[in-house]
């Protein structure tokens, strides 16, 4: 009985050690996910208990990270998502691929325009844009440039094929910077061409 409960006390220590630091990026995507604090710290909690019930198939030294995403992510597809209103469906034809290319100014290296700017600004309306988006698209969107997972990651993250994640990404981004446009020219992001 005493190496049970070492074993025990053992695996506690390493998912408070591994898993607990990522509560406050599950709480942000959370939020983004649910649109809710109280239903975000559900999903949160409901997160964490799952991940430790099921912490001995977690392989160390792998992406704990991307792990509990996709454990959130999936709990958040399976229940959360089932119960809330009908999809919001999206003409694409609103998504115009020539909106806004060639109005920013130039970026760093390596940087997309979505990173610099949420690096820059992160206010109201930048928040009410992104949960505006309609679930697929903002959950894609949330992961890349607010949490920074790769696109392999979301992908595996969400399960969807790698494709279907750039596809997303690109179409949110599209979306985004409609959504966003007056914003940037009121705050000098970009020139209004109508001017």
């Known amino acids: 009985m ?4 070492s074993l025990s006390l053992n695996l506690r220590k390493q ?3 591994e898993a607990v630091p990522h509560m ?3 709480l942000r995507t959370a939020l983004r996910m649910t649109r809710n604090q109280a239903d975000a710290e ?3 909690q409901e997160t964490m208990v799952k991940a430790y019930r099921f912490w001995d198939k977690f392989e ?13 992510t999936n709990i ?6 089932s119960k809330s209103r009908t999809p919001v469906s999206v003409n694409m034809d609103d998504i115009d691929d020539d909106f806004l290319y060639g109005q920013l100014a130039a970026m760093p290296p390596g940087r997309t325009p979505e990173q610099e700017l949420f690096a820059k600004i992160f206010d109201d309306d930048v928040k ?27 992908a595996d993250i969400i399960d969807l094929q790698l494709g279907t994640v750039k596809s997303r990404l690109h179409r949110g981004r599209k979306l985004l910077q409609k959504k966003l446009h007056d914003y940037a020219v009121k705050n000098g992001y970009i020139k209004d061409l109508i001017t």
């Open 15 to 17: 998912f408070e050690a």
């Open 42 to 44: 559900d999903l949160v």
């Open 24 to 26: 406050d990026a599950l």
């Open 128 to 154: 009410k844009a992104i949960e505006e988006l309609p679930d697929d698209f903002r959950l894609v969107v949330v992961l890349s440039f607010l949490e920074g997972f790769s696109y392999q990651e979301i």
């Open 2 to 5: 005493p190496e049970n409960r």
């Open 76 to 81: 958040f597809i399976n229940e959360y998502r």
């Open 60 to 72: 160390p030294g792998s992406n704990c990270r991307a792990w509990l995403f996709k454990i959130m």
